[in-house]
């Protein structure tokens, strides 16, 4: 098991940043896989970022740009810088973690969510 804990949710301004932060803990394999994605009221959760095994990223244009996703291996933890927000950005954030031995037998965890709001 894998317990996947989020952090540096708030509110901001527009224009401002954020940093947010996932901390995986437990049964972490050779193999991870994480993403950041995000669920504003009423809409469908949507991915915001993306980094593979190899460190490969990548984002969807509503944030290209404006949004940094990395990691540190050492500490089990992925970050997503955020910047330049805009009130569209508010949402519910959750961090995907998937670990396994290969690339084919990863597992998914879910965080429990952060919140984001940007105010106009």
């Known amino acids: 098991q894998v317990q996947v804990v989020e952090s540096g949710g708030g509110l901001v301004q527009t224009g401002g940043s954020l940093r947010l932060s996932c901390a995986a803990s437990?049964?972490?394999?050779?193999?991870?896989?994480m993403g950041w994605y995000r669920q504003a009221p009423g809409k469908q959760r949507e991915l915001v970022a993306f980094?593979?095994?190899?460190?490969?990223?990548n984002y969807p244009n509503s944030v290209k740009g404006r949004f940094t996703i990395s990691r540190d291996n050492a500490k089990n933890t992925v970050y997503l810088q955020m910047n330049s927000l805009k009130p569209e950005d508010t949402g519910v954030y959750y961090c995907?973690?998937?670990?396994?031995?290969?690339?084919?037998?990863?597992?998914?965890?879910w965080g429990q969510g952060t919140q984001v709001t940007v105010s106009s």
């Open positions: 980094i593979s095994s190899s460190g490969r990223t």
């Open positions: 995907n973690w998937q670990t396994g031995r290969t690339q084919l037998s990863t597992v998914a965890y």
């Open positions: 437990g049964s972490i394999f050779s193999v991870n896989v």
